[in-house]
């Protein structure tokens, strides 16, 4: 069997075209302008490049982007009081810290600072505990990318096995709560997890998110499994830079129904589910429906 291939990247422009429909009726309905402010502290490469991609697509999805590049060695008091005042400026309806931050800075006390209401990221204290009892959360966007990605392509997910292995804040443990939310068996499994491979093969949903190249080999899937690879991992072979996923995808294609490939699956997921939440923050920050489709 040759898997499917699952393309993120063809979804995800879908995706964002929706939300620039929703952002032109804003605008013309409403008069309103959703607002998107980004904090990057400090010089990370990486970071620098995610954040000038969300605010490209956040202008190309016709929403306001604000970026705030602070210096490496700002102070908890200094960026606490710009996200307050975020938090309280009206014409801004989403804000995002960039992780990872410098070490001197304390992470948890920096999202928990920011409204509720206003966290596209779904990392704020409240919004987990909103998701984790089903009530109106902001998603985090990895895996809510993967949950779109997963009801496009199988439908109805109930009662299905779904592996989780990785169990991050960031997409492991939000990824187990949806699967939950759509009436998947869940398992989260991670490093210590004994007999990674059976607990793997049992899975009729597998989604890989440890961040270690290609550990997840074929052999441990399930024929006719749908694998969702949420890694992102730069490896060198044959002289070269490559980006591989946490499943071996060569081996994996042959047995799993259906694959998302890296990069082109996820990866670009991410940054719609952004620019979706951003408009789902809006919307319910002036009283009005959240677009269906876009979130829960
Ligand atoms: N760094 C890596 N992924 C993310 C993400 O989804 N959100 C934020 N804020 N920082 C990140």
Redesign the pocket.
Known sequence: MTAQIIDGKAFAAQMRSRVAGHVVRLNEEHGITPGLA?VLVGDDPA?EV?VRNKGRHTIQAGMSSLEYKLPTETSHADLLALIERLNSDPEIHGI?????LPEHLNADLV?NAIDPAKDV?G?HISNVGFLATGQNAMV???PLGCLMLLRGHLGDLAGLEAVVVGRSN?VGKPMAQLLLCDSCTVTIAHSLTRDLASICRRADILVAAVGRPEMIPGDWIKPGATVIDVGINRIARDGKQQLVGDVDFSSAAGIAGAITPVPGGVGPM?IAC?LANTVTACCRAHGLPAPKGLTL
């Open positions: 980004v970071s995610y995002l810290v960039q992780l990872p999202i990221d990392f985090p966007c990895t960031i991410t952004l």
